[in-house]
């Protein structure tokens, strides 16, 4: 019954055929036929990527380097020890905010509450911890609850009732900041207590990792990463699949290793791994995993992707659409404590001022567009390592945050400028 | 589910899988179908064919479950059925391809195939098993797709349809509805598309081809249903017509009596007008 038609000759101008001809019996072949094999076939399918605007990561990796010659170059405390350390602790406040908007960007749609959300829920916490004596754990609890339970308000909003994001969260982000000023009362500062469990985790020498631990999990993530790949190869192997070659793993493993050892060892020279920014990796793993791996995952990127179509093969849209407000704003919520947690105090300024635009920023640099369905969660973390590193080098440079803010606004229109261009890239490329 | 299996029909003689009878539709004060009858076997590709806002998409609606008829009678496999939602069609073993596609261009080939109903292993996504399941698919369908794993964003309009309708497949269907599959695409590409409908009816699937193009519906058509103004308006075996008989029922010419005479010597199975009996 497979009617093995012969190809027409006026297809000829056309890809090859999915077992066509060219297929050896028995062996699917398709997939990657694009890719040649060996080295020269990995180069030629990175110069592909380039010209169609397939950019992935490449453009902020650059851009990372340039900006650390730039402020190694204008002084050179930048890379050292003490203050990398530094901006390992500055980072996973933003970034986990910024976790939480690659997820919001990926539905095409934006959240402008999220700064307002991280002071609000730091202002939670430190009433519920402070003034009302709650358990620390129980106060981050029901703080994150209060993140949770805005971002199902906006949810319900938006679909519901059919308000457009941008405007359900530029009104919360008025209101969420008003409720944190009305939480904070009369002072409107609370310092949380210098040697409670919250500050010791995100400021004070407890808040590090110990050094053999940091190398003995870095060792422990390379191996998963190789066995998880492995194992994937084997199944495809066994279905007939082309699969990636075992010493492709191997290397691919060991150079995430080697990087991963590296940092701690660059950290491990002053005071080690904050355990903030174990949070902040877990989160952005966990985060990929979730988005790659799951149904959900590929709901959100299908509803980013094309929502009528999504509708139409029956995906329950609007419930997860509100689910990602609902996350969104609960990684808002856990940015803003962990950023507590590092100030060790919680202020009327909390999560104002620059929190918004970097966490945005993190996510679009980091490679997350703008119109939906494409990016990654590791864009959270590659754009947090650029905001991180262009915030650090303008404070040690002692800038007034006006050109601060000028310099990180001009650093997000230049990343969406990226984005549109490789957009248009895609388009003339038929991508 | 890999819709590999079907029973290929004796092609087109069968009694019909879908029928529809005395279907009418009214939207406001418009009559958009009155009195309507459709049918479809097994194994045979029927074209249907109107003028702009003959009825064809309220029809094929009504079919689909889009827009449930206001009466009349449908018969699935014998059975009288009700279509009151797209879900309804699709579990009786109805699929729509629609104009638009509905296809996610961020998307892989893949991911495109399964929406909705991906392949779980202990509660992940089977990329391996929807892979190898796509290629099958695609390969005895002989369908020119460069790979399951590009993005529909990179393919072309007739690949793009090749995917829709591949995807329609995966619920083993027993009717398929295409809508203008070949409208906006080129030559080749049209041929490709009008190949794998071919290939469809050759694995017994009774088959709905909603066109403008006469030359299309008379390269691959078994028959052509015309309709006029919400009514039948005729009825032809390609084959014993030529395109002028059918632009004739489709524009009303055949409404006068030279036209109907000329029409009757070309064996015409049912003139205009006429025919609500079956």
Redesign the interface.
């Known amino acids: ?5 012969v ?2 000759p ?2 000829e ?8 001809a060219a297929a050896v019996p028995g062996v ?1 072949t ?5 890719r040649r094999a060996g080295l020269s076939g990995y180069v030629d399918d990175f110069l592909s990527r380039l010209r169609t605007g397939e950019l992935g990561s490449l453009p902020v990796i650059f851009g990372l380097v340039v900006i650390v010659i730039v402020f190694e170059s204008l002084n050179s405390v930048f890379l050292h020890a003490d203050n990398l350390v530094s901006i390992a602790q500055q980072i996973p406040s933003t970034g986990i905010i910024a976790t939480g908007v690659v997820l919001v960007l990926l539905l095409g749609e934006i959240d402008l509450s999220i700064g307002s959300v991280s002071g609000a829920a730091a202002a939670i916490l430190a009433v519920l911890n402070v003034n009302q004596g709650l358990n620390p754990v129980l106060a981050i609890i029901l703080a994150l609850a209060g993140g949770a339970a805005i971002g199902l308000l906006h949810g319900l909003v938006f679909t519901k009732l059919g308000v457009p994001s941008f405007v359900v969260t530029l009104a919360g982000l008025l209101i969420w900041q008003g409720l944190q000023l009305r939480i904070l009362g009369g002072t409107g500062s609370i310092n949380l207590p210098p040697d409670g469990p919250l500050v010791k985790f995100g400021q004070t020498d407890n808040a590090f990792m110990l050094n053999t631990l940091a190398y003995v999990l870095s060792a422990v993530v390379a191996v998963l990463l190789f066995l998880s790949m492995a194992r ?1 190869a084997a ?2 192997r066994a ?3 082309r699969a990636r070659p075992v010493a492709e793993i191997a290397v691919r493993s060991a150079l995430l290793f080697v990087l991963l050892a590296v940092v701690v060892y660059v950290l491990s020279r002053d005071r080690g791994v904050p355990w903030t920014l174990v949070v902040f990796l877990a989160l952005v793993v966990v985060v990929d995993f979730v988005l790659r ?3 959900y995952g ?2 959100v ?2 509803i ?3 929502i ?3 509708r ?4 329950p849209v609007d419930r997860i659409r509100i689910s990602i407000f609902i996350l969104t704003s609960t990684l808002a919520a856990l940015g803003g404590l962990i950023g507590a947690f590092y100030q060790g105090a919680v202020d009327q300024a909390t999560g104002s001022g620059d929190t918004l635009v970097n966490s945005i920023a993190a996510a679009v640099i980091g490679g997350t567009s703008l119109f ?3 990016g990654k969660a590791t864009a959270a973390l590659l754009g947090m390592l650029v905001i991180g590193a262009i915030s650090n080098g303008l404070l040690l440079e002692s800038l007034s945050s006006s050109l601060r803010y000028m310099i990180t606004g001009t650093v997000l229109v230049a990343s969406v400028v990226i984005d549109s261009l490789a957009r248009r890239g ?1 388009q003339s ?3 | 589910m890999t819709a590999t299996v079907q029973e290929p029909s004796p092609a087109a003689t069968g009694t019909p899988v879908l029928s529809l009878s005395g279907i009418n539709k009214r939207f406001g004060a418009v009559r958009a179908l009155s009195d309507v009858q459709f049918e479809v076997r097994l194994g045979e590709v029927v074209a249907l064919v109107g003028d702009n806002g003959a009825g064809k998409s309220t029809l094929v609606k009504v079919i689909a479950g889009v827009a449930p008829a206001d009466d009349g009678e449908i018969r699935f496999e014998g059975h009288a059925v009700t279509i009151p939602t797209p879900h309804a069609a699709q579990d009786l073993g109805i699929a729509t391809v629609f104009q638009d596609l509905a296809l996610c261009d961020n998307l892989d080939v893949v991911a495109n195939l399964y929406l909705g109903r991906e392949v779980l292993r202990g509660g992940l996504m089977n990329e391996v098993e929807m892979e190898r399941r796509s290629l099958d698919l695609l390969r005895q369908l002989a369908a020119k797709i460069p790979s399951v794993r590009t993005r529909v964003a990179s393919l072309s309009g007739g690949q793009r349809q090749v995917v829709a309708i591949s995807r329609s497949l995966l619920g083993e269907p027993k009717v398929v509805i295409l809508d203008e599959p070949t409208a906006a695409l080129g030559v080749a590409q049209t041929a490709e598309v009008l190949n794998l409908v071919e290939r469809l009816r050759e694995r017994g699937l009774g088959i709905v081809l909603i066109s403008h193009n006469l030359a299309d519906v008379f390269a691959v058509a078994d028959r052509i249903v015309v309709l006029r103004l919400g009514r039948n308006g005729g009825e032809f075996t390609v084959g014993e017509v030529d395109q002028e008989d059918v632009v004739a029922a489709i524009t009303g010419a055949t409404d006068n009596v030279v036209a109907e005479r000329a029409a009757r010597r070309a064996h015409v199975a049912r003139p205009a007008g006429e025919g609500t009996e079956s």
């Not at chain 1, 019954?1 to 038609?5: A, K």
């Not at chain 1, 101008?13 to 066509?20: C, D, K, T, W, Y």
């Not at chain 1, 398709?30 to 694009?34: A, G, K, P, V």
């Open positions: 019954m497979s009617d093995r038609t190809v027409p006026e297809d101008e056309e890809l090859p055929a999915v077992g066509s699917p398709d997939e990657r036929i694009f994937e199944r495809r279905a007939g699949l791996r799951t149904r590929r709901a990127y299908a980013g992707g094309n009528e179509a999504a139409r093969a029956g995906l939906g369905g494409r895609r490329a038929g991508r």
